[in-house]
């Protein structure tokens, strides 16, 4: 009889170490999980970024912005595209100098950015900076993409800086 209640009995310090086990590779699991996850959201994010300071980017220089005029209305009222462009890649020295002049708001707003901020700089090759738009970015979110442009018969460098916090980096135009 001795034997009979030896079979089958499971030491309780065996329950513990699979139960250990078990819980350990269950938070490994979990964490590992939880860590890619929170890698591709950052990427998808800095990639809607990256689509948006390109697509800002082109409408700078290659527009002339709506209306065409739209740097000789002293409050901006029926802007409702902005553009730098006199040509493709041509910067406007007139639209340049308003820029500063339109609103903060008004500027994302038109520029489809609501959520997120932006910096525009253009600079000389050298570096040298001709005009700067907004400020410098807070976030570790930012994108910053250039264009070669012609400014004033020589080539210049157009760079559109767009970042956003973790809440509203991802929103496209």
Do not use: C
Not at 71 to 91: C, M, Y
């Amino acid at each position: 009889m001795g034997s009979r209640r030896s079979r089958g009995q499971i030491f309780s310090t065996d329950l513990l170490l699979a139960l250990f086990i078990f819980s350990l590779i269950t938070a490994i699991f979990f964490s590992t999980w939880q860590y890619n996850k929170n890698r591709l959201t950052f990427e998808q994010n800095l990639r809607r970024l990256e689509v948006i300071a390109n697509t800002v980017s082109e409408i700078l220089v290659k527009t002339p912005g709506s209306p065409v005029d739209w740097e000789t209305d002293p409050n901006f009222n029926n802007l409702t595209s902005i553009g730098l462009a006199k040509l493709p890649r041509h910067i406007d020295p007139a639209k340049l100098s308003t820029l500063p002049q339109v609103p903060a708001d008004q500027l994302k707003d038109v520029l489809g950015i609501e959520h997120n901020e932006v910096l525009i700089e253009l600079k000389t090759i050298d570096g040298n900076t001709i005009r700067k738009i907004g400020t410098k970015p807070a976030s570790e979110y930012s994108v910053t993409v250039r264009r070669i442009v012609s400014y004033e018969g020589g080539e210049a460098i157009l760079r559109v800086t767009v970042w956003g916090d973790r809440n509203y980096a991802g929103v496209m135009l």
